[in-house]
């Protein structure tokens, strides 16, 4: 019998299907206007952009001209790419447009989906920013996508690693840019740490489209980018924390293996207090005072590195270095280090050589990032499990897209065995059966050491095989393409293959292009071509005969996306396939949910060794305890998101302010009202308001006086005057410092006094700002032990923050005032760029990947120092894009300008 809620989603529909119906008649009105469309010349389909431009410009709105955009769109990539918009696939440019997710299964086109948005979206000139997982994608696409964009008149640019600054700058100036989402937010962050407006390298946001979005926006949620340089020396500090740890006993400390984590508990605090003490460590008489919060961040990671890291387990000591050991993979993994003091800690164990942590110098979550778009959509095979997620945190709504043609695959019930050895014997003995029938095989797994154990088990029975683990992108790119070849067995983790569709028979296109490579002549490039398809076509065939791809899950993930994303691989465009998943009580899901009860039950059941069980119940209670993960994932993700939220505010602030200082001409108003903020604050210190001539520290605010300001004021002179108050004194020091200040400004001239001005409050602001991120983290870190006293940890961190950016803001005034009253300048030379003024920094930009742990960006340092570039010079430009404006400031494309120049030639 139905439910209430079946028998209506039977009647009306569900919602989803209520909202795809709503795009339907613009989808009539887009296929009304193609006889239309499909009239006009080349030129008269180019001149479509110009004048859609105009009619933005006149007020019309983005949405009022999206039937007739779609329509040219669909029309020009038919012309130029030789494919045509599906109705589905316009649907999906729709809810793009409309800043949601649209999720679209594997094989529907979701990189042609996004020109439909893209290009509506970039008429007005503000700018589109499309996002991809990797360099390899984010290059292909701005290629193959790039030709529609070309051929309507936009330009396109393309960010990837390596890129100089005007590289960067000019791709960013595009009307739309392709990227990967690690070099959008680290430009992000150099751009708040440059000091003029021309040296920054990005526009104002105006819209962008995450493909894949659910990787970026959830699985890389918690790893934020971070900039870092190295901190002053604190090795001395490590080695005396690490010697006094030894002495803490069993009871003095409270373990957690799982979480691994372990804290002190009251007996531990009170015992590390009085060593710490006796030692001259702290100051005051508790380790959680204010001023102790970096000892706690010693005192914590030296607890971690004794009781939680094990040698020769987690890591070893090799060539005086200690070096981390994957847990995956057993392997030694060189040039990584633990952050947070953590690897000094165990530097300081193991008696080498301390190195320096970094310490942040600019971080940014995605989460974070993402939310500085105005607009913001995205695109996805898999979205609909963590909708609660993408509309809590990123207002997201996703709406599944129906696929073009019905879904032909079948989804088998999962197999559970009793250990690992008899799910892996069934795997192979399954993988053998498809290569006999011709079938092609694609094999799940959720590690890199899981799919070498699996590889050797296929080359024991000589099956032969591609391995795949999304290290080299291009390469795997192509693998994945032919792994619907006849009988082809591919292995890959979850996050292989990544915008990559597997084609029955394989990939024609990427096989012609490989082929015919090094061939130069057209005829027999073209025969060639011929043979490959007709070739290819053929076995194409023979695969959906052999009941096309057959899809293995080795175990079940934690999240039921990623299984969803694996599932998808077979059955694209109505193409016949088949999935299954083979489970053992060994696998991680199964020990953590119930796998004694499981056992027993199997056991009740008489299951031989080498039998399955196979049944619906199965599958409902792993998706139950997938959800329950889930769940949990994404609390620890949104609580997460409330800390950095803190963080967030406060870099915000930060970063418009230094804008708003970089736009600025003159920002002498700003520096007179610091000044005079600084000196009620030093005389109010000193002399407290409504207070006696008797309890003012006269002595105290002339030597402070003295120290920011350079000036010796005759204040013990002044207190002999009768009745001088407060305030008289405040206005006589300011006086003398507005006279001091015209003096030097009438010595320096108007330029560079306008020059220093700028210029000193901006390295304040970022050496201040430096600083605090340090406190925060330790900050961060400790705040979570208040829990014990009853207190929302929550709450404490955003007063304390608060409170630390007030003090912060306080030395930001007092540090540039003290350094503008007393710097000099050699005025027999012109004061250089900032940027050629300040020393180069060794920096390190950061992106740990979820999956594997490692670092995403390279370990390249990069310099904010010198920048070359002379828009007079073309040597000076390194690679301009054809289609971007031209350096030189014209105003023109490149390729029109001084490119039409360099071609003429």
């Known amino acids: 019998m139905l439910g209430i809620g079946s028998l209506a989603k039977r009647l009306f529909g569900s919602a989803n299907d209520r909202t795809v119906k709503g795009y339907q008649s613009r989808v009539g009105a887009i296929n009304a206007l193609e006889p239309q469309i499909k009239a006009l010349s080349d030129d008269e389909l180019r001149a479509k952009t110009v004048e859609f431009r105009q009619r933005l410009d006149n007020g019309e709105t983005v949405d009022k001209l999206l039937p007739e955009a779609f329509a040219v769109v669909r029309e020009a990539a038919w012309r130029v790419l030789g494919q045509r918009h599906f109705d589905v696939q316009l649907i999906g440019g729709m809810v793009l447009n409309e800043g949601g997710i649209a999720e679209m299964r594997t094989g529907e086109g979701k990189t042609l989906v996004s020109t439909l948005a893209a290009y509506l979206n970039a008429v007005g000139g503000k700018g589109v920013h499309v996002v991809t997982v990797n360099d390899y994608l984010a290059s292909r696409d701005s290629k193959w996508m790039g030709q529609i964009f070309n051929f309507l008149g936009l330009s396109v640019g393309c960010i990837i690693h390596g890129l100089t600054d005007e590289e960067r700058r000019a791709a960013y100036a595009c009307d739309i840019t392709y990227g990967t989402n690690n070099e959008f937010g680290f430009d992000y962050l150099r751009d708040n740490m440059k000091f003029s407006l021309e040296a920054m390298v990005q526009r104002r946001f105006n819209f ?20 870092s340089g190295p901190t002053e020396d604190n090795s001395e500090l490590y080695r005396a924390v690490n010697a006094y740890i030894p002495e803490l006993g069993d009871a003095d400390i409270e373990k957690d293996e799982k979480a691994k984590t372990v804290v002190l508990t009251e007996e531990g605090t009170e015992r590390m207090e009085q060593i710490l003490k006796q030692a001259g460590l702290i100051e005051g008489g508790n380790l959680y005072d204010i001023e102790n919060v970096s000892m706690v961040h010693h005192v914590n990671q030296a607890l971690r590195a004794h009781k939680m890291f094990t040698r020769d387990v987690d890591y070893i000591v090799k060539d005086d270095k200690v070096v981390i050991i994957d847990e995956f993979t057993g392997r030694m993994m060189e040039g990584r280090r633990y952050s947070e003091g953590l690897h000094q800690a165990l530097e300081a164990k193991e008696g080498v050589k301390i190195q320096n942590e970094n310490q942040t110098l600019a971080s940014i979550t995605f989460q974070n990032y993402f939310r500085l778009y105005p607009k913001l959509s995205g695109m996805t095979g898999t979205a609909s499990t963590e909708a609660a997620e993408f509309a809590d945190i990123y207002n997201l709504g996703v709406v599944e897209i129906p696929t073009n043609l019905p879904v032909s695959r079948i989804d088998e019930n ?48 000589k099956i032969t095989h591609n391995v795949l683990n999304a ?21 890959a983790t979850n996050m292989a293959g990544r915008g990559t569709d597997i084609q029955l028979g394989g990939n024609i296109e990427m096989r012609i292009a490989a082929e015919t490579a090094n061939v130069a002549d057209p005829a027999e490039k073209a025969r060639l071509a011929a043979s490959i398809t007709e070739e290819m076509l053929a076995e194409r065939a023979k695969v959906k005969a052999a009941g096309g791809l057959y899809v293995i899950g080795t175990e079940r993930h934690e999240s039921r996306r990623i299984d969803n994303q694996l599932r998808g691989r077979s059955g694209r465009q109505g193409d016949p396939g088949h999935s299954k998943f083979y489970l053992s009580l060994d696998d991680d899901l199964m020990r953590i949910f119930g796998s004694e009860r499981m056992e027993s039950m199997l056991v009740r059941l008489g299951l031989e060794e080498g039998e399955a069980i196979t049944h619906p119940w199965i599958n409902k209670a792993l998706e139950k305890a997938q959800m329950k993960v889930e769940a949990r994932n994404f609390d620890i993700r949104k ?107 009438d010595r320096f001239g108007p330029d560079a006094t306008r020059w220093l001005e700028k210029n000193m409050l901006l390295q304040t602001i970022d050496q201040q700002w430096k600083e605090h991120l340090l406190q925060l983290d330790h900050l961060r870190q400790t705040v979570t032990l208040r829990a014990y006293g009853q207190r929302d940890p929550l709450n404490e961190y955003k007063s304390e923050a608060f409170e630390m950016f007030q003090s912060m803001m306080g030395r930001v005034r007092t540090d540039t005032i003290g350094l503008l009253s007393q710097v000099e300048l050699r005025m027999d030379e012109e004061p250089p760029p900032m940027e050629e003024r300040v020393p180069p920094q060794r920096m390190h ?37 054809r289609n971007a404006l031209c350096p030189c400031g014209s105003g023109q494309k490149y390729k029109r300008c001084h490119g039409a120049l360099t071609n003429a030639q």
Request: hydrophobic fraction near 35%; charge should be negative; include cysteine.
């Open 208 to 227: 962008a489209i995450v493909d894949e979005v659910d990787s970026i926006l959830i699985d890389e949620a918690r790893t934020p980018l971070i900039i």
């Open 414 to 461: 999962d197999e559970v065995y009793r250990t690992a050895k008899e799910k892996y014997d069934a795997i192979i003995d399954q993988i053998e059966v498809c290569t006999k029938r011709d079938q092609p095989v694609l094999v799940g797994t959720v590690s890199i050491e899981k799919s070498e154990y699996l590889s050797e088990l296929l080359k024991k029975r």
């Open 639 to 745: 609580n997460l998101l409330k800390y950095d939220d803190v963080m967030n505010d406060q870099r915000k602030a930060i970063y418009e302010q230094r804008r708003e200082l970089m736009e600025a001409e003159d920002v002498s108003e700003h520096i007179t009202d610091m000044r005079q903020d600084v000196i009620e604050d030093v005389v109010s210190t000193h002399i407290p308001p409504r207070s006696f001539p008797e309890q003012w520290n006269i002595e105290g605010l002339r030597v402070e006086f003295h120290r920011i300001f350079g000036i010796e004021a005759p204040l013990a002179e002044w207190l002999q005057e009768d009745g001088i108050s407060e305030i008289e004194i405040s206005e006589r020091l300011t006086r003398m410092v507005d006279e001091r200040t015209q003096e030097r400004a």
């Open 471 to 491: 290290r080299y992108h291009e390469q795997e790119a192509y693998i994945i393409a032919q792994a619907g070849r006849i009988g082809g067995v591919t292995i």
């Open 845 to 881: 930009a950061t992106h740990l990947d979820p999956q594997t742990g490692e670092n995403e960006m390279d370990e390249i340092e990069f310099v904010n120092a010198r920048q070359a570039f002379d828009k007079n010079d073309p040597s000076t430009w390194g690679r301009v894009p």
